[in-house]
Nanobody, 125 residues
């Protein structure tokens, strides 16, 4: 089992920045690819970004490229999502997820094995 706890959400004005953190406990953190997803009201869960277990590969959905950066610190069992130039349409609950590294890094939520509870990000216009 892997337990994931997100933090860092909040209310920010458009154009502002937030950094989300996801702390992992349980089995070896470096054995997992990590992803961030978001869920806005009335919409399905959306992939945001992913990072490979070895910190080499990253992938972003088009709408956040150039604005968001995913990173991880395996020594601290933590993955981060730096969000800059935030827009009202980024408002959502952001959740981190872990995928076993034996699999190819994925963007589908069904491929992830463990999930955090989420943290609310609200961007005002």
């Amino acid at each position: 089992q892997v337990q994931l706890v997100e933090s860092g959400g909040g209310l920010v004005q458009a154009g502002g920045s937030l950094r989300l953190s996801c702390a992992a406990s349980g089995r070896t953190f470096s054995s997992y690819h990590m992803g961030w997803f978001r869920h806005a009201p009335g919409q399905g869960r959306e992939f945001v970004a992913a990072i490979s277990w070895n910190n080499i590969h990253t992938y972003y959905t088009d709408s956040v490229k150039g604005r968001f950066t995913i990173s991880r610190d395996n020594a601290k069992n933590t993955v981060y999502l730096q969000m800059n130039s935030l827009r009202p349409e980024d408002t959502a609950v952001y959740s981190c997820a872990a995928q076993m590294s034996i699999q190819t890094m994925a963007i589908r939520e069904v491929d992830y094995n463990y999930w955090g509870q989420g943290t609310q990000v609200t961007v005002s216009s």
